[in-house]
């Protein structure tokens, strides 16, 4: 018999053989599982971006209009420049070269012109500028305008807010490492702007001329106050030297011309000289006392050493005579006495002139120290008178140097009155214009190029900007890699949300009730009328993660749950069962959603009785699984009138045993339950599953939901295989890196979402 022509509700038992499936040993453990957080790629800004890619466009718009408005409704100003050169001033009014160096030749040329810049920019050379211009820019002064001839002067509050105006557009700025100043005005006049800078600097050499005028009359004045008392004070310092040379009869302090000094020099050298000769003397005297013939030898004359040198010849030749004679003849022979007696002559002649020659050097010893004695008392005299002749000197010294200073110092001041009175009359100035202030051409502010671009940089980064803190500001999960990194657990794949909108298309096709039926069960159950599409490949990526998730054996109760409503759990567990049909295994669905069922609308059934009523009577457990007309190897439990008390109803333990005998007829079980937030029915059907899916909806459920349905499932210790991004928009912008990340591509060939299977 067809299957199509069986009725809704008839159970048709089907011969059931037993299948072995052999997955691989992938170890995939539930619950919590270490998440490491990946680097954002550049890939997720730019999706971002591609997101927000309105809002950056209507940022950068709105903010490069109001840019451009406001550059265009602002006044044009324009800038006028002068340049001056300030030089070092030659304050050189006093006579000292010190102070010269100290007062006008300061090394820190920094801190000088740094000083002139504050001078530029005072209040005092803005009022005067303000006074000048009274005639030609009243205007722009805000003062009533006056004639050329007109010498009234400005009130005292007016002056101060002229120059207030003109200090508010006044810009002194040096040139680096130079001497030049450049002056800058801004104002929306430019005959203006070029007026105040040269009026400024006319201003301004006009108060250096009369400062330096000023100076120099206070120098001149001071010079004649102190001439007349130095005058007075060099003609007594020249006097008191004249007499004091008289009394003391100095002709010169010059040692050249000294003649007490230079004699003292030559008793001085002789002096040396004599101790020198003295001490040879005494030291050849003291020698000669020795009475050794060999030592005072070395100490006598030439001639008298000559005459030692021959009779000691003689006494040696006479001594060797002598032995000869006593070998030959004996002592006693004439010749023997003969030859005695000239040895003792000899010797007595060599006695008499070593005595001699000791008596002069005893001469020579005592002359030299009586010429030594006197040769000091000479000196230690002439001592004594260029001692005092010093004094005397130190004393002419000090004041004829007082008389040269004084001298020196009135003939400077003098000399400097006389130039100060000269210079006091020329217009000098240290400051010269090197580039006068011409009329501007065109407005230096505002620059409406560089506006615009500013607008354009500021609009497109307040753009960004938005659009990265929407991003940031937006609680819902929109990404799997969110999810797993939100609720700490791996990711089983991501649904399309084409389905629906196929759906959706179906339903506006046709008006009548039986065909929406139809309809609606064809967007639900994608996988089976059309499973070539995208939605269809999806679900079967998520029938091998759970196939997989188990350590060897699948799981053989799978509950299908989500943290809030309508996130498209219903639609899961549907094509969750339908996939697993495909693979030849027997499939129950059991609906036990009992506050909203759905699973009986989407399959066609009668609600008429169900899980509420078998748990309720505990009778009719075969009468409520109805196979699907279909679906080859689905039977379903419809959820069955809303009980009273849902939650007790599937705790009990009947419900136990009712899930037991389901296991063992067929391969796998597809539970649909409430939202686990909402009601605790999934939290207590989740302990029975061996795999429990979270459903998590694109841009719908929030963080903060998916963490608490997380952790209410794992305190239980529910098997939680992972999380199921479900209803990713592939047309927004927002999912353009998953669009092409998980192949569903628009040009990709594999899937057809028109094909049908009838």
């Not at 679900?539 to 509950?559: E, I, M, Q, W």
């Amino acid at each position: 018999m067809d299957q199509t022509q069986l009725s809704v509700g008839t159970r048709v038992p089907v011969p059931y053989e037993p299948r072995s499936i052999e997955f691989p040993n992938i170890p995939i453990t539930s619950g919590y599982y270490a998440v490491e957080q990946a680097p954002v790629s550049v890939w997720e800004y730019l999706r971002t971006l591609y997101k927000h890619r309105w809002l950056i466009v209507a940022a950068l718009v709105i903010v490069t209009t109001l840019a451009t408005i406001a550059t265009l409704r602002m006044t044009p100003i324009y800038e006028a420049s002068g340049r001056i050169e300030i030089n070092r001033p030659a304050q050189d009014i006093l006579p000292f070269k010190e102070a010269n160096s100290y007062l006008g030749n300061s090394d820190d040329d920094a801190t000088e012109i740094e000083t002139q810049v504050k001078i530029l920019q005072s209040d005092a050379l803005a009022a005067d500028a303000a006074r000048r211009l009274q005639s030609t820019s009243a205007a722009f002064l805000g003062i009533k305008p006056r004639s050329m001839g007109d010498t009234t002067k400005l009130d005292i509050t007016q002056n101060t807010r002229s120059a207030g105006k003109i200090k508010a557009g006044l810009t002194v700025a040096t040139v680096p490492r130079t001497r030049l100043v450049d002056i800058r005005f801004s104002s929306p006049d430019p005959r203006v702007a070029s007026e105040v800078v040269n009026t400024i600097i006319d201003a301004y050499i006009e108060h250096n001329i009369r400062s330096h005028f000023e100076s120099t009359m206070q120098a001149s004045e001071w010079l004649s106050k102190q001439l007349t008392d130095l005058r007075v004070k060099a003609e007594t310092s020249q006097q008191n030297l004249v007499d004091y040379q008289k009394q003391k009869q100095i002709i010169g302090v010059d040692e050249k011309q000294n003649v007490i000094v230079s004699k003292l020099d030559e008793l001085n050298k002789e002096l040396t000289q004599a101790e020198a000769e003295r001490i040879q003397k005494e030291a050849n005297y003291r020698i000669s006392q020795s009475d050794d013939p060999e030592v005072i030898n070395n100490f006598t004359k030439a001639a008298d050493a000559t005459l030692l040198n021959t009779l000691k010849t003689q006494e040696a030749s006479l001594k060797t005579q002598i032995a000869q004679l006593q070998v030959l003849y004996g002592p006693s022979h004439p010749k023997m006495l003969e030859a005695r007696n000239q040895l003792t002559a000899v010797e007595n002649s060599i006695t008499t002139e070593l005595k001699r020659n000791a008596v002069r050097l005893k001469g020579e010893y005592q002359a030299a120290a009586q010429r030594e004695g006197m040769l000091r008392k000479a000196f230690e005299n002439q001592k004594v008178e260029a001692t005092q002749l010093n004094e005397n000197a130190i004393e002419y010294t000090m004041l004829k140097r007082d008389a040269d200073t004084s001298r020196q110092l009135y003939d400077g001041l003098l000399q400097k009155l006389k130039e100060a009175q000269v210079s006091a009359g020329l217009n000098s100035s240290n400051v010269r214009i090197v580039d006068g202030a011409a009329v501007p051409s065109k407005p230096s502010r505002p620059d409406k190029r560089l506006n615009i671009m500013l607008g354009l940089v500021l609009g497109l980064a307040s753009g960004i900007g938005l659009a990265f803190l929407i991003e940031s500001l937006d609680t819902t999960v929109s990404s799997p890699e969110e999810a797993e990194t939100i609720a700490a657990l791996p990711s089983l794949g991501v649904i399309p949300l084409s389905a629906r909108g196929v759906g959706r298309k179906l339903l506006a096709r046709s008006s009548e009730e039986g065909a929406e039926s139809e309809n609606n069960a064809e967007s639900q159950m994608v996988a089976h009328f059309r499973p070539r599409s995208q939605s269809a490949e999806a679900y079967r990526a998520l029938r091998t993660s759970l196939l997989l998730s188990g350590s060897g054996t699948p799981p053989k109760v799978v509950v299908i749950t989500s943290p809030l409503p309508q996130e498209g759990k219903t639609s899961t567990a549907l094509n969750t069962a339908v996939v697993l049909t495909q693979m030849g295994a027997r499939v129950l669905l059991v609906d036990c959603d009992l506050r909203r069922p759905s699973v009986h609308r989407a399959l066609g059934m009668p609600n008429r009785a169900g899980v509420s009523t078998l748990l309720a009577t505990g009778k009719g457990f075969d009468e409520i699984v109805i196979q699907s007309p279909v679906i080859p190897n689905l039977w379903a439990v419809p959820a069955g009138p809303p009980p009273p008390q849902p939650a007790e109803l599937l705790s009990s333990k009947f419900f136990v045993e009712c899930l037991e005998r389901w296991k063992s007829e067929y391969d796998h079980i597809v539970i649909d339950t409430p939202p686990v937030l909402s009601v605790t029915d999934a939290v207590v059907l989740s302990v029975y599953a061996d795999a429990v899916v979270l459903v998590v909806r694109s841009d719908v459920t929030t963080k903060n939901a998916l963490r608490q349905a997380r952790d209410l499932l794992v305190q239980v210790n529910a098997r939680v295989t992972g999380t199921l991004l479900n209803g990713v928009d592939l047309t927004s912008p927002g999912s353009y890196y998953y669009y092409y990340s998980y192949g569903y591509g628009q040009k990709n060939k594999y899937y057809n979402n028109e094909s049908r299977q009838s």
